[in-house]
């Protein structure tokens, strides 16, 4: 569960590190984590 986040905050870190996080990638994984917490909850419920 909690993998996805820190596997995506990963790369952001490395991301940010390299000066490579351009608002682009960054919506790209914003919307990844979204998709994730959302199938999350689905089979919660």
């Known amino acids: 569960k909690l993998a996805v ?7 952001v ?4 590190d390299n000066g490579g996080a351009t ?3 960054l919506r790209k994984i914003q919307s ?9 909850q689905n089979e919660k419920q």
């Open 5 to 11: 986040l820190h596997d995506a905050l990963k790369i």
């Open 23 to 25: 608002l682009k990638s």
């Open 13 to 16: 870190t490395e991301m940010v």
């Open 32 to 40: 990844h984590i979204h998709e994730e917490v959302q199938r999350e």
